[in-house]
């Protein structure tokens, strides 16, 4: 990203959020720490803003690529931005917790087994592999290729090409 593309995105977010330090126009900072309190069937979320404990406010949350798989219950802190007015809801941005980092990715199991009892197919497109229970094995697709860095052995009882 460039500077100027880096100064216009800050430009635009401070317009959008405000200084996090200064109130907006109820009074309340622009970011908030907030801790749920209940997670409603209708998909909104009550938090609490400490120390004011007994005031809930009603949240939508904000969905992203990132946040597909969070799960948010009771008792957790999250950042909030409290509703803009009257009769709007406020927004849970995310949970507050310690960073943890993905797990690396594992190392390829040596061997898979997938076993079914009649018939197996792997399919990808027109292209399939289907193993039956039988001792069958067809293979389908637009173009077949098998290749062998050493020899190409085709061993059967009859050998049928074409």
Avoid: W
Wanted: proline residues 7%.
């Amino acid at each position: 990203m460039s500077r100027q593309d880096a100064e216009i995105h800050t430009l635009v977010l401070e317009q959008v959020i405000g200084d996090a330090s200064a109130p907006n126009r109820a009074g309340a900072p622009a970011l908030v720490r907030g801790l749920i309190v209940e997670l409603l069937p209708s998909g909104e979320i009550e938090v609490v803003v400490p120390p004011d404990a007994d005031t809930r406010i009603r949240c939508d949350f904000l969905e992203t690529a990132a946040n597909g798989s969070l799960r948010l219950a009771p008792g957790d802190l999250v950042l909030v931005t409290p509703p803009g007015g009257v009769g709007q809801n406020g927004c849970v941005l995310g949970r507050v917790g310690r960073y943890r980092p993905a797990p690396e990715q594992a190392a390829p199991p040596e061997r898979v087994v997938l076993e079914a009892g009649e018939m197996l197919t792997l399919r990808c497109g027109e292209s399939s592999v289907e193993l039956r229970q039988d001792g069958k094995v067809l293979i389908r697709g637009n173009d077949i290729v098998a290749r062998g860095e050493n020899t190409a052995k085709i061993k059967g009882g009859t050998v049928a090409i074409n």
